[in-house]
C-alpha cells in the first residue's frame, strides 16, 4: 500500500496495552482518510447509545494519504468521537505536529479505548507506546501543558492536549495543540478528559510512503512557493480571515447580542484592520503558506491568537466591542481548552435569557469582566458554570421558560459566527451540517448575494450546500488538508485529486472524491438517525428564532426581514432530494445501497426507519 | 457625480484606503467603478444597500457602494 501507512496503533486505557493493526488497501479506498476513516470505524465499533463520556466512547486521531508530507497546508489531523455535546458522530480538524510524527512513526490512525484510572498521558515513539503519570500536567491550561511537554520531548514532538475544560468534561471542549490551535468543537477534548487523558505526545523517525516519492518532493516544493506567492500578492494574510467581519457587518450577517441583531455601528473595533494594527505576532499550522494566526495582546498582557469565529462571538455576540477584552475571552478559552464559538453562543444565550426574564443572573450584554468570570467558571464546572458548560441547548433545557428558543444553535453544537436571520442558503447550510452548525461543512453567503438572490429559496441553493458538503467532506475533511488556500486563494481544486494520486498511485478524478463525499455524508447522517431513531426533519432546522418575525433588524439593510417556515421547510425538501433522502431526512435504502453502504443500511433499519426510495418531490409536499 | 466606496478586506491592504468619495465627470456603473479601483480584472462583489451589484449597472450621485474580495468561509 502506497500513501498510506496501512497501520492503526489502538491503545487500551484502562489496560495499558496497545497492538499494531491493518487496514486493508479496499477499505482505506473506500473512505480516504481523516474523517472517512474516523466514521467508518465509530460507526462499526461502537454500539448505538454508548455514553459518550464513558469507557466505551472511543477517542480517534486520524490522519491521510497526504498528510504530513510538505503540499501546502497539509498539516492537518482529525480528531474524532462520539460527541457528548450532540449525541452523535463528531470531527474536527487541529494543525499539529501530530501530523507529520505521527505518519513518521507509522500510523494512519490511533484509537484510543477505555479509561485510565489515574490521569496520564501516553507517549508514542514509533513502534513503542508507554503511559506516563499526568499528575503534575493535571489542572494546568493547555499553554503550560504544551510548554512543559515541549520541554522534555522537543519543539517538533506531535503533542495534544486538553485543558481544564477538557478534564471537567465541558461538553464544548476542545482538543489544543501547538499553543493556538484547537479541534474538535462538539467535545472531543471532554471524550478525552473523560479517559483522563491529558496529553498525546508523538514522536516518529519512518520514512513516509507515497507511490512516487521523487514527484511528491518536487511537486510539494514547487506549490508550497506557487500558494505563498498568492497569498504574498493578494496580500490575504494582512487581515487573515477577520477580514469578514466587517463584511458580515456591511452585509447584516454579523451575530449581534445573541443574533438579535446583525449589524453593529461599533463592529469596526474588532475589524481586520483593527487586528492586523495590534498584531504582536503571527502563527500558522505546520507546512502553512498562508498563516492565519494573529496574535494580539489581551488586557493582562498574553498573546491572543484571533480568527474570525473568535472575534465574532467573543465580540459582537456578546456586546462585548473592547478588543483587548475580547481577547481576554480568548486567551481564557484556549488555556481552558474550550470552544470559542460554543462559549461565545452559550453565554450570549445565558444574556439573553436573563434579559427575557427566563432565569435570575447578573450577566448582561456588554459586562466583559463578568463574562471572562463565567468563562472560568464554566471551565471548572463551578456555580452557573455548571449548566452553562453544558452548551446552550441543553442548559436552556434545564431552565425552560421557553429559554430553548434563544439557543443558537444545530442538532446541539451552537452557530459559528454568521447571522443567517436573511441567509437562507446558510441557514440550510448550517441545519443540515451533520455535526452540528459549524462553518466549516458548507458556506454560501457570497454565493447567495452574488450569483442567487439573496431571500431566495431555490433549488440552486440545496446544490450548492450539497456541492460544497461533498467537497469538503471527501477532499479537506478526509484527505486531511486546510481548505484555505482553496477558499480564499482560488487554488485549484483540480491539484487535491493530484497530490491524491502521486501519494497512492491511484488514478482519481475530482469526481471520484465527490462519490466518496456522498457517500461519508450520508453515513454521517446514517449515524445521527441511529442516535436518535424518532429523527425527522426539524433536525435540520435553523435556530427556530431566526423564524420569529419580533426579532427580525429594526432598521438597516434587512429591516423586518426574517426566514419563512414554509420557504425553508421547501428548501430543505429541495435539499434531501437532491441528497436521495426521505422526507425526514432519513437517507433511503436505494441512497445507501447507491454509495456503497448496503450493510449499513441493514444495520441502520434495525433502529430506524429506513425508506426503500424516495417519493419524487411535487408527489410527497415538503 | 460622487460615489463613496467603502473597501473590505484585502483591498484595503491593497488600494490603501477603507472608505472615500470617489469623483466622476458623467455616469458610471458598477464595471465602471471597478475599473477605477483596478478591480476588473479581480474577482469581487460590489453592492449597494446590501444587494450585489451587475457590472451594468448605474450608479448615482451619493452611492454608498461596498467592494469585497469573494469570501468563500472560514
Redo the contacts between chains.
Sequence with gaps: MKGWTGNILRIDLTKKTYKKEHFTEEFARKWIGGRGFALKILWDELAPGVDPLGPDNKLLVVLGPIAGVPMPNSGKTVVAAKSPLTGTYADGNIGSHITIQLRKAGYDIMIFEGRSAKPEYVLVEDDTVTFHPADDLWGKGTFDTQKVLEDKYGKTAGILSIGQGGENKVLFAVVRSMEGRAGGRPGIGAVMGSKNLKAIVVKGTKEIPMADPKEMKARGVGDLKKVGAMDKTSKWSVQGTNAVLSWCNEMAALPVRNHRHSQSSEAWKLDGQRTSEARVATYGCPHCTMRCGIAILDKEGHESEIDYENVGMLGPNLEIYDMKQMASLNYMCDDFGIDTISTGGTLSWYADAIDQGATKGDFKFGDAERAKELTRMIALREGIGDLLADGSLKAAKKVGHHSEAYAIQCKGLELSAYNCKYVPGQALAFGTSAIGAHHKEAWIITYELKFSERGGYGRDKAQKVVDLQRIRSSIFESLPICRFPWIELGWDLKNYPEYYNIATGANWTLEDFLKTGDRIYALMKAYWCREHPDTDRTADYPPRVYFDPKIADKDGIIAGKHLEMDKYDELLSHYYDIRGWDKRGVPTRKTMVSVGLEKEADQLAKVCVVSDDCVPMGNRGV | MKVRV?L???F???LGF?EKDLSFRGPVTAAGLARRLCLDKV?H?A?R????LADGDPLEDGDRV?V???????
Design positions: 467603502r473590505i478586506g484585502r484595503t491592504e491593497t477603507t474577482e462583489v453592492t444597500e446590501g444587494r450585489p461596498v469585497a474580495p469573494v469570501f468563500s468561509g472560514g
